[in-house]
């Protein structure tokens, strides 16, 4: 099936410091969603990106969908202690019902 | 808020039981779906309901398990005879018509012992 190759696995950083996470693919989607999840807790949805190059912020974060339509990346900038979570990145092909996601990024901030 | 429930939070039990787990999504989402997470892992795709319809069911998902959307508003996930490899995170998320933002209900944690 398809696979989404999310890097990195974590990262350890010091708050205010930005952050930079990304997932990538062999296959083409039309929809990138990022979420954010709390140990005990379901994702919580962050950005949802629909069309190739496609920017879109968030507060402090920025997410894009790459041109080629196979890839996207978060960015987090001036990171808190609140960001600590683990992120995903989650993608759906055109006339597909199923969604795919990768293993996760586990972000720790120092304060 | 997402404005999906999902009962119960926590549920143990012993290997060979049956287990029901429900979730309730907002009126809007006319399409639903369920997903298994393990520690580590991310979701992973069980089944897909568009109102009452059940579209899309994952290889994956043995005959034990079992899922319903009667009137097309809440929804069922059973799982039969479980067994220790059950254990994980139950995921239901939700979604509008016209839009593919999916929504997750905060999950049924399955400890089987």
């Known amino acids: 099936g398809q696979q989404l190759n999310q890097s990195p696995q974590s990262m350890f950083i010091q708050e205010g410091e930005d952050v930079s996470m990304n997932c990538t693919s062999s296959?083409?989607?039309?929809?990138w969603l990022w979420y954010k999840q709390d140990p005990g807790e379901g994702p919580v949805l962050l950005i949802a990106?629909?069309?190739?190059?496609e920017l879109t912020s968030n507060g402090r974060l920025t997410a894009q969908f790459g041109i080629t339509r196979k890839d996207s990346f978060l960015n987090i900038s001036a990171s808190i202690p609140s960001d600590v979570g683990i992120y995903f990145c989650?993608?759906?092909?055109?006339?597909?019902?199923?969604?795919?996601f990768g293993s996760g990024t586990k972000l720790n901030v120092k304060p | 808020d997402t404005g999906v429930s999902q009962n119960p939070r926590h549920k143990i039990t012993k290997r060979g039981q049956n287990v029901t787990f429900r979730c309730d999504p907002i009126?809007?989402?006319?399409?639903l779906y369920w997903y298994r997470q393990t520690l580590g892992q991310g979701p992973e795709f069980l089944t897909y309901?568009?109102?009452?319809?059940?579209?899309?069911k994952s290889r994956l998902l043995s005959d034990r398990f079992s899922a319903e959307r009667p009137k097309g508003s809440f929804s069922t996930l059973e799982i039969q005879r479980t067994e220790q490899g059950d254990s994980a995170m139950y995921l239901c998320?939700?979604?509008?018509?016209?839009?593919?933002?999916?929504?997750f209900g905060p999950g049924t944690r399955l400890t089987v012992l």
């Open positions: 989650a993608a759906l092909q055109y006339n597909f019902n199923k969604f795919y």
């Open positions: 998320a939700g979604l509008a018509g016209g839009t593919n933002e999916q929504f």
């Open positions: 990106l629909y069309k190739a190059g």
């Open positions: 296959s083409i989607f039309n929809t």
């Open positions: 009126s809007e989402h006319n399409r």
């Open positions: 309901f568009q109102n009452e319809a059940q579209l899309e």
